[in-house]
């Protein structure tokens, strides 16, 4: 080797132990040239990636993790929102058997109405996270339609923060709501009295799978601002 690459060596390497970031590149020997020679990944002995060499990779790392986080979430709630869809046909057939038991049996049972209730609570609930991902909630569009695609993302990425908030708080209720009603083995005050904790870790479940779908659409909207697609 000569002297020439030897102070080269030497002097990228006072550079990669001194930048934490190139040295999370250890072990991946990537091959350097320098002066009138080339020293291999061999010959480099210490191993460490570039400054540059590293960030990419760390870039690439954490792009992957996002898309991973956003494809599960969109199946997550998509598989939820379809289990959900089928909860309406539920509800009717409850109301169904009211009428009958009211009209024909001259029966009526204390217990249909309250689980008609709760089975409305979970359709509109565990469905929450599929109605984002779709984006059908109601939205007013008196100036969105005049906007370019960029701000338009701009914009999501905006509410989608101030929606997290929100969120956040819900999460935060639903859950201290939920604990509360197995602790205490809450009922409601009914005749038919039956435990809240089942509705209740629902509702908790909708919530936070609502909040999840949130994130990942503001995911989606900071990368649509800066002109990548995240799929």
């Known amino acids: 080797m000569s002297t020439e ?5 030497l002097r990228h390497e006072r550079r990669s132990t001194s930048d934490p970031i190139a040295l999370m590149g250890a072990r991946l020997a990537p091959a350097y040239a320098g002066g009138t020679g080339s020293l291999s990944g061999q010959d ?3 191993g460490a990636l570039s400054t540059d060499e590293a960030f990419d990779r760390l870039c690439a790392g ?5 898309r991973g986080y956003v494809r599960t979430v969109d199946t997550t709630n998509r598989a939820v929102g379809l289990f ?3 909860l309406l ?3 009717m057939a409850i109301l169904t058997y009211a009428m ?3 009209v024909i049996i001259k029966s009526p049972a204390i217990w249909v109405m309250e689980m008609a209730q709760f089975t409305m609570a979970a359709y509109y609930l565990l469905g929450g996270g599929f109605s984002f991902q779709d984006d059908a909630h109601v939205r007013m569009d008196v100036f969105r339609d005049r906007w370019s695609p960029r701000t338009k993302y701009i914009v999501d990425a905006i509410t989608d923060v101030i929606l997290l908030f929100y969120m956040g708080v819900l999460v935060n209720g639903a859950i201290s709501s939920a604990h509360y009603a197995l602790e205490f083995h809450q009922k409601n005050y009914t005749a038919w009295a039956p435990p809240m904790a089942p509705i209740k870790i629902v509702m908790a479940i909708g919530i936070l799978l609502m909040t999840l779908q949130i994130l990942a659409r503001m ?4 990368a649509g601002a800066f002109g990548k697609e995240l799929r």
């Open 44 to 46: 480099y002995r210490s």
């Open 100 to 102: 009958v038991a009211n």
């Open 219 to 222: 995911i989606r909207d900071v």
């Open 89 to 91: 046909f539920a509800m």
């Open 84 to 86: 959900a869809m089928y």
């Open 5 to 9: 690459d030897s102070d080269t060596l």
């Open 62 to 66: 954490v792009g992957a993790f996002l």
